[in-house]
């Protein structure tokens, strides 16, 4: 009851000072089109608000995260209605310190409404209030490319976030955090600040601030992946533990960064499977360009262990440009064919390098030559050693030590004649004389049962069962909007924090 | 080296780089890996932390690649991943790092003559002593591929390949390795590959068995 009421006395004083009517329905003619939209976001806008007070009032967590939501889903923040007029409604009124009215107002091109002292909102959580609405207006800002004028919002709001930093308001001052790094990152780049997100990553230890550390901890990880400092990036691996409770989208950014990072390190496999894992975690329908990069560089690590990644995983929806140089890549990998793949590196040499993965693919060649020797191995009983040169086009005088060091790699299974200059293959024994289809089998069973014994961990019993016959008929209406809204959430999930992980990376 | 480190000497520290500089190659002329890398560390600082203040060395690129080709000669392919991982595109370029990415190249490939012939070849002269040391590196590695892939070499080929200098040194290369040099061949040693068709791995098969019928138990 109490909830109710408060969010009922919000709703009030919203009406009494907007100019227009809330309800569309009273409009006539035209103009009520017209409005449609902005009012729909106008709503939303001031829902977020109210939610941030009623976190603030029942000091829960889970109001910031909906107010996070009215926000940032698509259809707010990419909405056209969207406008500089709708944050002048609510900038004066929420901002407290007049001076950053004054300049947000300038930087919105927007005349400068200094709000009377009544309609100021005084309510004793103004605090967290004014700090989503510095958020909000930085990200609006950041969208349409002011990065100068973002960064400058997005300071002020730091600089508030650290009077309100409470548990309830932890996803709000988590994103910010996010924001100002993403302003700070286009304009002058992440190095200047690492430090202080050092800092703050230490004060959010201290507070157990999981969803900061989560996000903090990304933002570190990216400041020195993108300027190659990966020695670094690794102690920094070594040292944080990162939160298991995080969202599913940090938790993915964060398995992208370490697979990067050992990848380049030359553990293959420990990066092949954190890739898996980022793939599996990150939103399926949205946040294109974070799913378009994890591909990238698991095409390549797959590549480097010696895999040849299936066709179909380049023809995805909306990323077949984005993949095609990696796909030629690979089609000169399979084929073992030298020319084919130096070719390929040289015509999308800036690609590769802005995505930062020039380094790896220069470690290919060799994986090139092996699949060539293979293929080789394969198809001939005996060849000389020239012609194996001539196929693979590399140096004739290299092509025995090439062979050899393949066949102690355990590449390829032959013996060189080195009076003849021939490479025999050995012959093909039957696999089932040997132990290996006992394993295989013993591996796979072993595999069954470990996912049986994990889907039976994963089981949880439903809450709260037994304890239906408590509720009064309010608190089950409550509960029952709860759900739904909950339900609505995780639909809707694909959307939120979409555009944080479709930027360049 | 007492000439090369007259010479050296010549260099006038213009800055405070310059003289870490020196002590690098120095270090490196003498083979001494552990201090080379020490120096570097300190050099390594200079580059990077001052970047914007003090005007960039002309060496800079002949030593990061004398670092490189010292990890190489160590066998340390991570930590001259690592390194490598660092330098930008422009600093790829200069002749010294593109000579000591090349000679990886060739070694990670197999083509060791080819680095035995960019051995003749260094863009510096303090490159020489870790370039002798890859040398070692790689008659190594060549002489454990040929006990994989030949059944046996005339040893007139087997000094060819190994690119030592006269019989006696291969007879000593061929018994330090514990090759049976008979006569005029030499004949690899080689464990019978064929399937052992008397043994089954009792203990193993019991083991997976029983995990197995376990796990079937616990399902209720």
Known sequence: PLNLHTNAMAAEVEMKDAPAPSSPSKKEGNEATAKDPKDAIRSALRDALALVRKAAAAKQQRFAVQALRRFFVPSVRRSEALSADLFAELVPKHVADPSLVKTIMSMMNVSSVLADEEEKDASEH????????????????????????????????????????????????????????????LCDGLDGIRNELFALYRTASLHHDDVGQATLANLLLRSYVQKNMYDMADKLLSKIRFPEGASPNQTARYLYYCGRIRAVQLDYSDAYSNLMQAQRKAPQGGALGFRLMVQKVLCLVRLLMGEIPERHLFHQRGM??????????????????????????????????????????????????????????????????????????????????????AIRDGVIDAVIDHSEGILRSREISDVYTTAEPQEVFAQRVRFCIDVRNDAVKAMVYPDDEAKVGELTAEERLEREREDNELAEQLAQDDEFDDDDLMDEF | ??????????????????????????????GNASEFERHFALLNGFYVDYAEELEASPREGTLRGLNLLCLLSQGRIDDFHAELERLTTEQLQADAIRFVVEI??????????????????????????FLDKLSHTVRDEIASCCEVAYESLSSKDAIELLGCANRAEFAEFAAARGWDAKGDSVSFARESTAPKRDKIPAEKTIKDVLHVARALDAIV
Do not use: W
Request: hydrophobic share 45%; proline share 4%; aromatic share 12%.
């Open chain 1, 126 to 185: 103004v605090t967290p209030v004014s700090c989503l609405v510095r958020l909000m207006v930085s990200v609006y800002l950041l969208d349409r490319g002011e990065k100068a004028k973002a960064l400058g919002v997005a300071k002020a709001a730091m600089e508030l976030s650290t009077s309100c930093y409470e548990p309830q308001f932890f996803d709000i001052t988590a994103k910010i955090f996010f924001y100002y790094a993403r302003a700070n990152e």
């Open chain 2, 1 to 30: 080296v007492a000439a090369l480190r007259f010479f050296l000497f010549f260099f006038v520290p213009c800055s405070p780089g310059s003289s870490y500089e020196v002590a690098c190659m120095l270090s490196a002329t003498e």
């Open chain 2, 104 to 129: 990886e190249q060739c070694v990670v490939e197999g083509s060791y003559r080819q680095v035995l012939r960019q051995r003749s070849n260094p863009p510096h002269p303090s490159y020489a002593t």
């Open chain 1, 320 to 405: 077949n440009r984005g993949l095609l140089p990696y796909f030629e890549l690979t089609q000169a990998v399979r084929l073992g064919n030298l020319n084919a793949f130096e070719e390929a590196a040289k015509k999308f040499v800036a690609q590769f390098e802005a995505d930062g993965t020039a380094k790896l693919i220069a470690r290919l060649r060799q994986n090139v030559i092996k699949t060539g020797l293979r293929k080789i191995n394969l198809a001939y009983s005996r060849i000389l050693l020239a012609d194996v040169a001539a196929k693979l086009q590399i140096d004739p005088e290299d092509a025995e030590f090439v062979a050899a060091k």
